[in-house]
């Protein structure tokens, strides 16, 4: 079957941000994000963990031209990478 698809409402609820931010960060990062065929984005477990990371750099009060330069080819490049379990309980747990 492949991999879990999560369409934008949910990868925002799990990344615990706006679906208009997720869609921001894409645009001003330059993420190409699949779609299906109707158009509709849909994001998979490894393109939450980025925007996770994306999201504690912003934290850390990187703007968004650094993180670009930090991102290559939408992949974290120089700063290490949060825990892989944190990253798995942030996929795992329900978001209010």
Known sequence: MGEKRYM??????????EPHVLRYWEDEIGIEIPRN???HRY???KDI??????KNMKER???LKA???ILKDGKLDV??????VEVEVALEEPQH
């Open 79 to 84: 700063l290490p990478m949060e825990s892989p």
């Open 67 to 69: 993180i670009k330069m």
């Open 49 to 54: 963990e980025r925007f996770v990371q994306i």
């Open 8 to 17: 934008i409402s949910d990868a925002a609820r799990k990344v615990d941000v």
């Open 61 to 63: 009060g990187l703007q």
């Open 37 to 39: 065929e109707m158009g």
């Open 43 to 45: 994001y998979t477990a």
